[in-house]
């Protein structure tokens, strides 16, 4: 396992192309899917310097619907629990797709857990037997407008390499 990140690029394709090898070097071989998901949080929150980065995943309590629980993340305190279909967490969860949100402040719905956060990317983890939502990856800014397509590919790619953990 890597002790600590070689981080050389200054655009973010190249800091992607980076970070993504080493990423799945620290996951190889872990089974433990709470110290693989805090080291992905660290790892991303390290690189690119977000304001929050962390994941929800999809458990359900005795007698409720499913919901997405707080899991391994880093950065200010945040949400516990999101309802199916509710803020950009629970959106991203019920369409079964990657939202990129320019202004969180224009997502109907969006749930506020800072009021630094400004844009945000959530990225569905997939069951890879079943192929149903397991978790999300969160990602919030404190800028505007900071998530694009490259993110949304490179997330994408980052998402398939967890998803062995809910084999």
Same mark, same amino acid.
Not at 18 to 44: C, F, H, K, W, Y
Not at 55 to 62: A, H, L, T
């Given at each position: 396992m890597a002790e600590e990140l070689l981080l050389t690029a200054s655009d973010k394709k190249g800091r992607y192309e980076e970070v993504l090898p080493q990423l799945v070097s620290v996951l190889e071989g872990e089974t433990d899917r709470t110290a693989n998901l805090a080291n992905t949080a660290a790892i991303l929150k390290e690189a690119f310097d977000f304001f929050w980065v962390g994941f929800y995943e999809v458990k359900s309590r005795e007698g409720e619907a499913p919901q997405l629980v707080l899991a391994p993340f880093q950065g200010p305190l945040a949400?516990?629990?999101?309802?199916? /279909?509710? /803020? +950009?967490?629970?959106?991203?969860?019920?369409e079964r797709r990657t939202l990129v949100v320019p202004d969180v402040d224009r997502f109907p719905g969006h749930i506020a857990c800072s009021s630094l956060s400004r844009s945000e990317i959530v990225v569905p983890v997939f069951h890879? /037997?079943? /192929?149903? +939502?397991?978790?999300?990856?969160?990602?919030?800014?404190r800028e505007l407008s900071t998530f694009d397509e490259t993110d949304r590919h490179y997330l994408e790619i980052l998402s398939s390499h967890l998803s062995h953990l809910w084999a």
């Amino acid at each position: 396992m890597a002790e600590e990140l070689l981080l050389t690029a200054s655009d973010k394709k190249g800091r992607y192309e980076e970070v993504l090898p080493q990423l799945v070097s620290v996951l190889e071989g872990e089974t433990d899917r709470t110290a693989n998901l805090a080291n992905t949080a660290a790892i991303l929150k390290e690189a690119f310097d977000f304001f929050w980065v962390g994941f929800y995943e999809v458990k359900s309590r005795e007698g409720e619907a499913p919901q997405l629980v707080l899991a391994p993340f880093q950065g200010p305190l945040a949400c516990t629990r999101i309802h199916y /279909g509710r /803020g +950009v967490c629970g959106t991203a969860w019920a369409e079964r797709r990657t939202l990129v949100v320019p202004d969180v402040d224009r997502f109907p719905g969006h749930i506020a857990c800072s009021s630094l956060s400004r844009s945000e990317i959530v990225v569905p983890v997939f069951h890879p /037997g079943t /192929g149903e +939502v397991v978790a999300v990856l969160d990602i919030d800014s404190r800028e505007l407008s900071t998530f694009d397509e490259t993110d949304r590919h490179y997330l994408e790619i980052l998402s398939s390499h967890l998803s062995h953990l809910w084999a």
